[in-house]
């Protein structure tokens, strides 16, 4: 009986110590972005929908050039190229 035990207990450990040799691996470490599935741990911050865009002729000017025509032209101008 105990020698049957003892040969159970060594072909447990062969068998383990056979598996375990099978499965080593080598990793060469580059940082943690180098696994596969890494996510780190920064949150991803979800962007908001973007707001509607402020009609640019009823902003207020102010300053010394709120009331030249040319200063308007340019904005009306530059307010066409952004439609």
Known sequence: MKTIIWLLLLVC???GVVNIEGDRKVVIFR???SYPGYRGNHRIQ???PTNRRVDISKVQLYGA???D???RQGL???AGLMK
């Open 65 to 67: 050039r709120k009331n």
């Open 13 to 15: 450990i062969v068998y």
């Open 31 to 33: 940082g943690a972005k």
């Open 46 to 48: 979800e962007t908001s």
């Open 69 to 71: 025509p040319t200063y």
């Open 76 to 78: 009306e101008d530059l």
